[in-house]
């Protein structure tokens, strides 16, 4: 099964990874989760929805109820601009209503180029001789969490090419590393990891180190078109592998998961409908605790990767905005994260109606951050970003959209992560905690690392902000902000 052109030591190694006993748990008569032929069905079925039931569904996700596939099918068929318009308000009234006004940041770390996978799509493909290979030193990932803790950020999503060199203790090392850097009041206080599937006793190492989210993206929910884009003789071909990735990760431990799709591959409308049953899954498996988050990724070019250019699947800005919308009202509690992929106009567009994370100040070269290049060199990069605004540039924007932008992380070291976390998102309650801390941690960036023009719009949001808080918060969290002042670091309610 495994391509002879793979060295002896990697097709080794390889053979160790997949475990079907791991999978086979999972399945329902001998079925995956994901039922081509009923989703294609239910996107037929429900064509020209009526207006009156578009809206009893809307009303439902303002009522914080994960929509049913029918439901989602409904609303991913309407035509009317009107009624898109509706989608459009109600998705950024769920997102207030269970996260507030405030987006939360990161950036990303890409540890590794290496890779056994062939995926077309992707620049970092094995087979892709123009692409710069790297694996960095833990020195040198010290040195990348240096600049980044600099810069202000105070969580990572770290990530790794499949292959031998990045395995499990390297990923653990460089984690640890992280951890360990700080750099005056600065610190990286969550990391989480995005990586290739691995088997439950890898996964509890990564738990033991302190691993955030772990994240896996399906790249494609269609089986036909998983088959064609990933090579047979790779580990990314096993489809259920990594369709069951993020079960495995619950099971280990790991109760904070992320899922998403690559926005290309395949029909929009059909992927979306995949998150939503990747979700439904998750959560009759687990206790009703599903994705942490949802990520919509769309295809940028890469370098020589020609399948870019080729796909006849591209989303367009306007459905992609409608795309979001409706993720949001069909999974309304869970966070969504829009990252750096997209130009900066679209991500204006594209916050209001759902967003609670975004990445900033992103490079994604190996070694990106501490080398400081400032052009794209698409030799070291996986594809081209959209949007390499600094940090601080993207604060100020969201600050002037009247978000905050949140560094917290209290809710993972507080224990609030997995059931307890889904429990108060359900209710709408999260950001009962989230939005004082948020001020907090917002505080903080604006003295140690703003510009002046940031800490200027800031504090003024911080005051407005404030001003919005419950009575009974506000004397501790006034309390916080002076000592903040004072020089005190990493308060949390």
């Not at 905690?433 to 140690?448: G, S, W």
């Amino acid at each position: 099964m495994l391509t002879r052109d793979v060295p002896r030591n990697v097709r080794e190694w390889m053979q160790s990874i997949i475990r079907e006993e791991e999978i086979n748990r999972y399945l329902v008569n001998g079925r995956d989760f994901i039922n081509d032929e009923e989703i294609e069905e239910l996107l037929r079925k429900y064509r020209n929805p009526e207006p009156q039931r578009v809206r009893d569904i809307i009303a439902k996700s303002l009522a914080l109820e994960r929509l049913e596939p029918e439901e989602t099918a409904t609303l991913l068929n309407v035509e009317d601009e009107e009624l898109w318009e509706e989608i459009f308000q109600a998705a950024g009234e769920v997102k207030r209503k269970v996260y507030g006004d405030r987006i939360v940041t990161f950036a990303p770390l890409y540890c590794s180029n290496f890779c056994v996978n062939n995926c077309l799509y992707c620049g970092f493909r094995r087979d892709n001789h123009l692409q710069q290979r790297r694996r960095l030193t833990i020195e040198e990932v010290r040195r990348e969490a240096e600049a980044l803790v600099s810069m202000g950020h105070k969580r990572l999503i770290m990530v790794y090419g499949e292959h031998p060199l990045s395995d499990v203790d390297y990923i653990a090392r460089t984690i640890q590393t992280v951890y360990e850097t700080k750099v005056g009041n600065g610190e990286i206080r969550r990391v989480n990891v995005n990586a290739a599937p691995m088997d439950i006793a890898r996964l509890r190492v990564l738990k033991e180190v302190g691993i955030g989210t772990f994240q896996v993206f399906q790249e494609t929910y269609h089986h036909e078109t998983y088959r064609k884009v990933h090579p047979e003789g790779t580990l990314k071909a096993h489809y259920r592998w990594r369709l069951y990735a993020l079960h495995r990760a619950q099971e280990a431990g790991i109760d904070d998961v992320a899922i998403g799709a690559l926005f290309g591959l395949y029909d929009w409308k059909f992927e979306v409908m995949g998150l939503l049953y990747h979700t439904i899954d998750l959560e009759r498996h687990f206790g009703g605790v599903g994705p942490h988050t949802i990520s919509f990724p769309r295809l940028e070019p890469a370098i020589n990767t020609p399948f870019v250019q080729e796909t006849q699947y591209k989303v367009s800005d306007r459905d992609f905005k409608r795309l979001v919308a409706v993720i949001r009202l069909s999974v309304p509690y869970t966070g969504m994260i829009i990252t750096a992929r997209e130009p900066a106009h679209i991500r204006r567009e594209v916050i209001p109606v759902g967003c609670t994370q975004t990445d900033a100040s992103t490079r994604i070269g190996i070694g990106a951050y501490s080398d400081r290049y400032t052009e794209q060199d698409l030799k070291r990069q996986q594809f081209q970003i959209g949007d390499p605004r600094s940090l601080d540039e993207v604060v100020r924007e969201l600050a002037e959209m009247g978000y905050i932008t949140s560094f917290c992380t209290a809710d993972y070291r507080c224990g609030r992560t997995g059931k307890y976390f889904m429990g108060i998102a359900k209710k709408g309650k999260i950001h009962h905690f989230c939005m004082p801390n948020a001020i907090l941690t917002f505080k903080e960036y604006l003295i140690d690392y703003a510009s002046p023009e940031t800490r200027s719009v800031g504090e003024r949001l911080i005051e407005q902000k404030f001003a919005e808080l419950d009575e009974a918060l506000k004397p501790l969290v006034r309390e916080y902000l002076e000592r903040i002042e004072r020089g005190e670091r990493d308060l949390r309610i």
